[in-house]
């Protein structure tokens, strides 16, 4: 379990990190004090979305159990398959990004790439997980990933944007296949 979370933890961190490259691209120099904004404010979002989502799932997770699988497939295909359409048809989302690290920015950016780890987190609270561990390795993750994002953004431009969202994509589609095919006898536990 600590590779899928691990997986997913990079998956989910895939937007925070194009986003993060967006920025990287609006910014002249980039220094210690952007990267560390970048990290807490999409780490920290992306820590505190899949815990609501856990915990607002879990209240009626005793009554869905018996296709708790489906759920898990359903949310993790629809948020992958999201991040890939994102990925291939939107290019001017990154056209309209500043180079400002305030709140003002910063807010909007956090919340609009969580949303996908907010239902990451509903389809936990149907699996054998632990949440604290879990929430820590994402809000890691995705804060390393968007501090790297920026510079990366400031150094080479847009070049590893899309790859990476797609890639994340394919990987929450392949976990959501995987839970599905064991939970219907498929694949070995």
């Known amino acids: 379990m600590i590779v899928e979370i691990l997986l997913i933890a990079v998956s989910v961190s ?71 359409r994102e990925a291939v048809l939107e290019d001017e989302e990154n056209e309209h990004e500043t180079a400002a690290f305030d709140w003002r920015h910063m807010l909007p950016l956090a919340i609009a790439t969580s949303i996908d780890a907010f239902a990451v987190g509903v389809s936990f609270a149907f699996m054998p997980i632990n949440i604290v561990f879990a929430i820590v390795v994402i809000g890691v993750t995705t804060g390393l990933f968007s501090a790297v994002g920026l510079s990366i953004g400031n150094v080479f431009g847009s070049r590893w944007q899309k790859p990476a969202q797609v890639a994340g994509g394919l990987v929450l589609i392949l976990i959501g296949l995987k839970v599905l095919l064991e939970h219907l006898g498929m694949l070995p536990w």
């Not at 856990?54 to 629809?78: G, P």
């Open 14 to 84: 895939m937007d925070a990190f194009a986003v993060s490259i967006g920025k990287g691209l609006t910014v002249k120099h980039v220094n210690g004090r952007q990267r560390a904004s970048v990290g807490l404010w999409f780490g920290g979002f992306q820590a505190l979305f899949p815990l609501l989502g856990y915990f607002a799932a879990s209240t009626f997770s005793k009554y869905v159990t018996a296709v708790d699988h489906w759920i898990i497939f359903a949310l993790l295909a629809l948020i992958g398959g999201n991040m890939i």
